[in-house]
């Protein structure tokens, strides 16, 4: 209770403390610093409310709950770096969070259910990992074929924008045919979270919980953006590592926390679904909402990444599928996802 507590009030003086930053032009690195900090606390704080309002409901319904609104603070960073024309920073974003579930998170979640499990295996039921498998190569093969368009520059390079609107649009009817099939098919084989009634809060103080920090999330993200630059430019780092590595870790606090710390407490199948329904909402429903809605900013997003990110997502699709889609994992397999993560993070560093 009182470390429950005493998160919350440190999410909300971060909070506070970012926009006194930012009002004050304080020195950019100090309020991008803070900013990410309290983008962290505010993801842990969407997280415990999530888990409050969830806890009647199965795996699925829980781990998509999760999954989408511990995906805001990258929503609003993303529009916020289009909007300021941090194009790179937006891009990066996007993949950055979508690797960092993939590899790290669901790396980490692996290792801690492994190490959890008397036989040193962990077991959950295959079919959202193949499901998230099939998802995110529907969203590579976009990428994948934009990407060597613009390379050669054949004609349909010439109409990036459309094809990329158009195959948001594929992308959105898909992901929202599979939601619904696989939320009805949840049978709650397991407790969304351990029941807890001193633990977690009744679901109206939840809700107004999630609107505050919703809009606290909005706000900050708006701060940090501003920040980037200059702060970026004061600590030598590319912005591609900024938005691959820094916003993606900061954005993705639910899920680093939230995945193997259940994991950890052998919910599995919970675990699973929240690291898993995070990457499929990212490739599938974030990155495709998030070109739409650049059609109406100066800035348009659309789905051509550089050829180290192409090979990154396909390897990783890959990578998911061959871990994870026979329903088992040991700790060295997720050591392997981690490594993969590192090995990249590193790479986006040199350049």
Same mark, same amino acid.
């Given at each position: ?10 999410? !909300? ?66 529009? !916020? ?42 077991? !959950? ?24 368009? +613009? ?74 953006? +501003? ?5 970026? +430019? ?6 591609? !590592? ?110």
């Amino acid at each position: 209770m009182s470390l429950r507590n005493g998160v919350l009030a440190g999410a !909300f003086l971060a909070t506070l403390a970012a926009g006194a930053l930012h009002f004050a032009d304080a020195e950019p690195v100090v309020t991008f610093l803070v900013a990410a900090l309290a983008l962290a606390g505010l993801a842990w704080v969407i997280s415990i409310a999530t888990g409050a309002v969830g806890e009647r409901f199965g795996p699925a319904i829980t781990g998509v709950l999760q999954s989408t609104l511990g995906n805001l603070p990258e929503l609003f960073i993303v529009l !916020f770096a289009l909007s300021a024309g941090e194009v790179v920073v937006a891009k990066t974003s996007i993949v950055g969070s979508l690797l960092a579930n993939a590899l790290l998170v669901l790396g980490l979640a692996i290792v801690a259910g492994a190490q959890t499990s008397s036989d040193g295996v962990m077991r !959950f039921h295959r079919r959202l990992p193949n499901d998230t498998a099939t998802l995110l190569i529907l969203a590579v093969f976009i990428i994948v074929m934009l990407g060597l368009s +613009d390379t050669v520059g054949d004609r349909a390079s010439e109409h990036q924008v459309a094809i990329s609107a158009i195959g948001a649009v594929c992308l959105l009817a898909v992901y929202g045919a599979w939601l619904w099939g696989y939320l009805r098919s949840d049978r709650a084989v397991e407790p969304a979270m351990e029941a807890s009634p001193r633990g977690t809060f009744r679901f109206a103080p939840a809700i107004v919980l999630l609107a505050v920090a919703g809009v606290s999330a909005a706000l900050v993200s708006d701060w940090f953006v +501003d920040a980037l630059d200059p702060a970026v +430019d004061a600590l030598g780092i590319s912005k591609a !590592f900024t938005g691959l590595v820094i916003v993606a870790i900061a954005g993705n606090a639910v899920e680093n926390v939230v995945g193997i710390t259940l994991a950890a407490k052998g919910q599995s199948d919970l675990a699973i679904s929240v690291v898993k329904n995070s990457v499929a909402q990212i490739a599938v429903f974030v990155f495709p909402a998030l070109v739409l809605l650049s059609l109406f900013l100066e800035q348009r997003l659309t789905f051509v990444l550089g050829p180290v990110y192409i090979g990154a997502l396909l390897l990783t699709a890959l990578a998911m599928w061959q871990i994870t889609g026979d329903g088992e994992a040991v700790a060295f397999e997720g050591w392997a996802l981690v490594a993969l993560y590192v090995i990249l993070a590193v790479l986006t560093w040199y350049e």
